[in-house]
C-alpha cells in the first residue's frame, strides 16, 4: 500500500548462529550480489545479524527495527534454531507484524514433515520447524531445501546449484519469476560485459545462454532429488517409530538390545519418540541377561577385580562371563555330578571354590578352567555354601549335614574338626573381613558366630527371625552383619554387641534368598523368591528406588561388583541378570549439616557453590564437587528458612523465611548485605535476570518486588491471589513473573507495569507449590498438591497437552533442566522423578536415596548434576551427565546396533553405523 512506510531491507535473515554461522554469510553475500546493476553496490540489501547473541539493553530494539524494516524473513531453519530462543522472539514478532505469507523457508539441516491431516507441521518429525511456526501457516509453506550445502565447501555464485538456489530465493525480493530474475541477470551481465569487452559479447550470450539450459536441467535434478529425499525421511520415520517400540518391549527382557535399537532409532530420524526412548533405556536399571545355562541358575560371583563373573546351578554346569562384553568365557566348566549350590572367588581371583548337591567342594584354575587336583571330600550331605578366608588360605563350607568344615586350601585338607551347634540343615557361610569371625545361618532360624582361631563360638546364636535363614553377609567394615530368610525380612546386626541394628528391613512379599553388600557399604542388595532385586541404603535402613524387576522366576544368589555399581543376580529363569544399582543412587554421600529439615536448594550460576536453607533457621554452602561445607552457616534468620537463590553474578544469596524477611548475603564474605527486608512470611523469592529486582511471595497473599541495591520496595504489593503464595519465578527475559499460591492457581504478571495478565490459569485442584519458566521462556511449569505437574503456554495461557501425574502424592517442587529438555519433579514420597518436556513421560523410574520428603530441586547450570533438598536433614546430589548426551552414553555403554542384529530388525535396510568410530 502507498502508505507503507519504505522498507529499509529486503530481506532479513533469521538463523542459528551456531549452526549456520557460515552459511548464513555466504547465502547473504549470493542474495546481494545476484542481478545486481553494475552501477549499484548491491542488488538487494539484506539485514543479518553479526553481532551474535549476547544479552544487552540495545540488542531486541534493534533487532525489532531491522525486522520492521524488512519486506521478506529468510529463516534458516535446523534443530538448533528450532531450539533458539532468539529465532523465535523473530519470528513471533514478524507473524504479530507482517503475518506469513512473507517468510521465506530455506531448510539448512534436520527434517521438515506437513501433516496433511491436521493441516499443521508434523512436530513430532519435523526437528527442524521451530514452535513458534505451529499454528501459522493455512497451507504448506514451500521451501528450499538446502540442506545439501552442509557438504559444500564453495557456496558462491559459481556454483550451478548454490546460484540456482539463491536465485528462487531471490526472485520474490526482486517481484519477478525465478526464470525473469535469470534473464534480467542475464541480461544485466551482458550489458555490463558490452560495455567492457564488446568484442566478447557473442561468447557471453553463447556461454550464458548454456549456462541458463545447465541450470534448468540442475533444477530439475533437483527438485526429483528433493522428493527422493521426502521419502526417504518418511521411510525413516517410520522405521525409528517401529524400533522405539521395539525397544520398550525389549527393556526388561533384553537392555543391551533395546539401548541399541533406542540408539538406532534416533540416528535414523531424530524425533521426540525417538530421543525419550534413548533416556528411559538410559534411566534403566537393566544392563544385561547373560543366557547360557539349561537350568535354574542357583549362584553368582564376581572376581575381586570385576572383570570375570562365575555362575552355576542346576545343569551341573559353572560358566565365566567377561563382565565388559557379557559374552561367555571358554566352555562350562564340568565335573559335579548333581546340581551347584555355590560359588566363590579365592581373593586373588585365580582359584574359583564350588559347592554341590554331589557331597564335595570342587577347586577350579580360573585361568586355565580345570580343576585343582581331586575333590574335597568329607561332607556328609549336600554343600549349600563355600566361602574363602581373607587370606584366600583357608575355605568354609556348610550343608545339610549341620555342620561347618574349614579347609586348608594348598593342601586340600580339613583343619580339625567340623563346627557344630547348629540343629538343622547350613545355607550360608561367611568370613569378617578380618578373617578373625565367621558367620553361619540355618533353617534353624539362628545365625551364629564363631571364633576362626579357636573354632568356637562366640556368645549366644543371635535370634529373631521367625522362620529359617537362607544367607548372612558382613559389610566391609565387618561392624555389620546381614541376614535374610523365610520371614521375609533382612536384619541387620551389630557384630560386636551381638544385637539387631534397628527393625527388619521389609519390602519383599516372599522368602529371602541372599544377600550382598557393595564394596563400599553403603549399599545392600537382597533378592527372594517374589523375582525382585531391592536394594537398601545400609545408613539409613531405606529402600533405594523400585525394585529391580526383569526375572519372571526365583531369585537365588545376588552379588555386588568392585564397582560398587554393578549388581549380579541369578535365577530360575535360567538367567543372569546385570543390573546398575547407581542408576537411582545421588553421586557421593549425602550434604550433612543441617539439623533439621532441609527446605531449599540452589546452584550458584558457575554451578561450583549449592546453597540449601532449612528449619534450622540456617544458609548453607557446599562446595558441589566435593559435597563439603564452605565455610560456617550464615545465621540470622529467626525462623525456618524457606527459600534461598543465587543473584544472576553469583556474588548475592537471597533468602527467605517464616521470620517474615528476606536477607542478602555477600557470598564471598558470607556477610549479611545491610538489613533484612520485611513483610509476610517470605515463602519464595527469585531474581530477575538482571539481578536489580527480587520477587518474594507470602503468607499475605501478595507478591513484593524489592530494589536489591536498596532493599526497598518497588511500589505496592501485586495482589490477586486469594491464598498463601509459595512460589515465584521471573522469566528468562525478565518481562513476566510466575506466581503460585494455595488458591489453586498460577498466575503471570507483568512485570515493568506490575499487572496481571490475563486471567488466573486454573486447572490445579490444590495448593501450587512451586512454578518455573523454561529457558526459552515459552513454557511455563507448575507443581501441585493434587498429584500433578502442569505446562502452560505463556503466549496463550493455556495448558501444554495433559497433567503429568505422580500417583497418590502431592508433587512440591518443580525445576526445567538448561536444555528445556527435561523437568525434574520433587514429591512426596522421598524421591525425585525426571520427565522428558516434549513427550511428557516420565524418565525411568524415580531418583531416591533421602529418607524423607525431598522439598526442593535444582539443576546445575550445566544440567549435570541435580539437587534435592530433603526433609531428613541433607541435602542430596544426582550425577545426570548421561542425560545430556543420550547418544553418546549409550554408545559408551553398549555401542551400536551389530550387523546381525541390524539385519533381524531392519531386514533389507542398509548398514548403518550409528556410533562414532573410534580411531
Not at 239 to 265: F, I, K, M, W
Not at 525 to 541: E, F, H, I, K
Not at 796 to 825: E, H, K, Q, Y
Request: glycine fraction near 10%; hydrophobic fraction near 40%.
Amino acid at each position: 500500500m502507498s502508505s507503507d512506510p519504505p522498507k529499509r531491507y529486503a530481506a532479513f535473515i533469521s538463523y542459528s548462529h551456531s549452526a549456520e554461522g557460515a552459511f548464513a554469510p555466504a547465502l547473504q553475500e549470493g542474495l546481494q550480489r545476484l542481478a545486481k546493476p553494475w552501477r549499484r553496490r548491491r542488488a538487494l540489501e539484506v539485514f543479518r545479524d553479526q553481532t551474535g547473541l549476547a544479552v544487552s539493553a540495545g540488542l531486541w530494539p534493534s533487532i525489532c527495527a531491522a525486522l520492521d524494516g524488512s519486506s521478506w524473513l529468510v529463516l534458516l531453519a535446523s534443530p538448533q534454531a528450532a531450539r533458539s530462543l532468539w529465532v523465535g522472539r523473530e519470528i513471533e514478532r514478524w507473524i504479530a507484524t507482517k503475518g506469513s505469507q512473507t517468510i521465506l523457508p530455506v531448510v539448512t539441516d534436520g527434517t521438515w514433515v506437513w501433516d496433511e491431516q491436521t493441516g499443521d507441521f508434523d512436530r513430532e518429525a519435523s526437528t527442524a520447524a521451530h514452535p513458534a511456526l505451529h499454528g501459522v501457516f493455512a497451507a504448506e509453506p514451500r521451501h528450499l531445501d538446502m540442506t545439501w550445502a552442509k557438504q559444500e565447501t564453495h557456496l558462491t555464485l559459481r556454483n550451478p546449484r548454490f546460484r540456482d538456489a539463491v536465485a528462487e530465493l531471490a526472485a520474490p525480493m526482486h517481484g519477478l519469476t525465478k526464470d525473469e530474475l535469470e534473464g534480467d541477470d542475464v541480461r544485466r551481465q551482458r550489458r555490463t560485459i558490452r560495455l567492457a569487452r564488446g568484442a566478447m559479447a557473442g561468447l557471453t550470450v553463447l556461454t550464458l545462454t548454456t549456462s541458463a539450459a545447465a541450470v534448468t536441467a540442475v533444477n530439475a535434478a533437483e527438485r526429483a532429488g528433493v522428493q527422493q529425499r521426502r521419502a526417504e525421511t518418511q521411510k525413516n520415520l517410520a522405521l525409528s517409530r517401529q524400533l522405539v517400540a521395539q525397544s520398550e518391549q525389549l527393556l526388561s527382557a533384553d537392555p543391551v538390545t533395546a539401548r541399541r535399537l533406542a540408539l538406532t532409532a534416533y540416528r535414523l530420524a531424530p524425533t521426540d519418540d525417538a530421543r525419550y526412548s534413548m533416556l528411559a533405556a538410559l534411566a534403566t536399571s537393566g544392563r544385561a541377561v547373560l543366557n547360557g545355562h539349561t537350568a535354574t541358575v542357583l549362584a553368582v560371583a564376581f572376581s575381586p577385580d570385576g572383570r570375570t563373573l562365575a555362575s552355576s546351578g542346576n545343569d551341573m554346569s559353572i560358566r565365566l562371563w567377561d563382565v565388559a562384553t557379557h559374552r561367555p568365557i571358554g566352555e562350562p566348566l564340568t565335573g559335579h555330578t548333581e546340581r551347584i549350590y555355590a560359588v566363590a572367588f579365592s581373593p586373588d581371583g585365580r582359584t574359583l571354590a564350588t559347592g554341590s548337591q554331589d557331597r564335595t567342594i570342587r577347586l577350579w584354575d580360573v585361568a586355565t578352567q580345570r580343576p585343582i587336583g581331586d575333590p574335597l571330600v568329607g561332607s556328609a550331605d549336600e554343600v549349600n555354601t563355600v566361602a574363602f578366608a581373607p587370606d584366600g588360605r583357608t575355605l568354609a563350607t556348610g550343608g545339610v549335614d549341620k555342620t561347618v568344615r574349614l579347609w586348608d586350601v594348598a593342601g586340600r585338607r580339613p583343619l580339625g574338626k567340623p563346627l557344630t551347634g547348629h540343629t538343622e540343615a547350613i545355607a550360608s557361610v561367611a568370613f569378617a573381613p578380618d578373617g578373625r569371625t565367621l558367620a553361619t545361618g540355618g533353617v534353624d532360624k539362628t545365625v551364629r558366630l564363631w571364633d576362626v582361631a579357636g573354632r568356637r563360638p562366640l556368645g549366644k546364636p543371635l535370634t529373631g527371625h521367625t522362620k529359617r535363614i537362607y544367607v548372612v553377609a558382613f559389610a566391609p567394615d565387618g561392624r555389620t552383619l546381614a541376614s535374610g530368610g523365610g520371614d521375609e525380612t533382612v536384619r541387620l546386626w551389630d557384630v560386636a554387641g551381638r544385637r539387631p541394628l534397628g527393625k527388619p528391613l521389609t519390602g519383599h512379599t516372599e522368602v529371602i534368598t541372599s544377600v550382598a553388600f557393595s564394596p563400599d557399604g553403603r549399599t545392600l542388595a537382597s533378592g527372594g523368591t517374589d523375582r525382585v532385586v531391592r536394594l537398601w541404603d545400609v545408613t539409613t535402613r531405606s529402600p533405594v528406588g523400585e525394585p529391580l524387576v526383569g526375572h519372571t522366576d526365583i531369585i537365588w544368589s545376588v552379588a555386588f561388583r568392585a564397582d560398587n555399581r554393578t549388581v549380579a543376580s541369578a535365577g530360575a529363569d535360567t538367567s543372569v541378570r546385570l543390573w546398575d544399582a547407581s542408576a537411582h543412587r545421588p553421586a557421593g554421600e549425602p550434604l550433612i549439616g543441617h539439623t533439621a529439615e532441609v527446605y531449599a536448594a540452589t546452584f550458584s550460576s558457575d554451578g561450583r557453590t549449592l546453597a540449601t536453607g532449612g528449619g534450622d533457621k540456617s544458609v548453607r554452602l557446599w562446595d558441589s564437587a566435593t559435597h563439603r561445607p564452605i565455610g560456617k552457616p550464615l545465621t540470622g534468620h529467626t525462623d525456618a528458612v524457606e527459600s534461598v537463590v543465587f543473584s544472576p553474578d553469583g556474588r548475592t544469596l537471597a533468602s527467605g523465611g517464616d521470620d517474615h524477611t528476606v536477607r542478602l548475603w555477600d557470598v564471598a564474605t558470607r556477610r549479611p548485605i545491610g538489613e533484612p527486608m520485611t513483610g509476610p512470611l517470605a515463602l519464595s523469592v527469585d531474581f530477575s535476570p538482571d539481578g536489580r529486582t527480587l520477587a518474594s511471595g507470602g503468607d499475605d497473599h501478595t507478591v513484593r518486588l524489592w530494589d536489591v541495591a536498596t532493599r526497598r520496595p518497588l511500589g505496592e504489593p501485586l495482589t490477586g491471589h486469594t491464598a498463601e503464595v509459595n512460589a515465584v519465578a521471573f522469566s528468562p527475559d525478565g518481562h513476566i513473573l510466575a506466581t503460585g499460591g494455595a488458591d489453586h492457581t498460577v498466575r503471570l504478571w507483568e512485570v515493568a507495569t506490575r499487572r496481571p495478565l490475563g486471567e488466573p490459569l486454573s486447572g490445579h485442584t490444590d495448593t501450587v507449590w512451586s512454578v518455573a519458566f523454561s529457558p526459552d521462556g515459552h513454557t511455563v511449569a507448575s507443581a501441585a498438591g493434587d498429584n500433578t505437574i502442569r505446562l502452560w503456554d505463556v503466549a496463550t495461557r493455556r495448558p501444554v497437552g495433559n497433567p503429568m501425574s505422580v500417583p497418590d502424592v502431592w508433587v512440591g517442587s518443580v525445576a526445567f533442566s538448561p536444555d528445556g529438555r527435561m523437568l525434574a519433579g520433587a514429591s512426596g514420597t522421598n524421591a525425585v522423578q525426571l520427565w522428558d518436556v516434549a513427550t511428557r513421560r516420565p524418565i525411568g523410574e524415580a531418583l531416591n536415596g533421602p529418607a524423607d520428603v525431598v522439598g526442593s530441586v535444582a539443576f546445575s547450570p550445566d544440567g549435570r548434576m541435580l539437587a534435592g533438598a530433603t526433609w531428613d536433614s541433607t541435602a542430596r546430589i544426582w550425577d545426570l551427565t548421561a542425560f545430556g548426551n543420550p547418544s553418546k552414553a549409550l554408545c559408551d555403554a553398549g555401542g551400536p546396533l551389530p550387523p546381525a542384529e541390524w539385519s533381524r530388525y531392519l531386514p533389507g535396510e542398509p548398514y548403518q553405523q550409528s556410533c562414532p568410530r573410534v580411531s
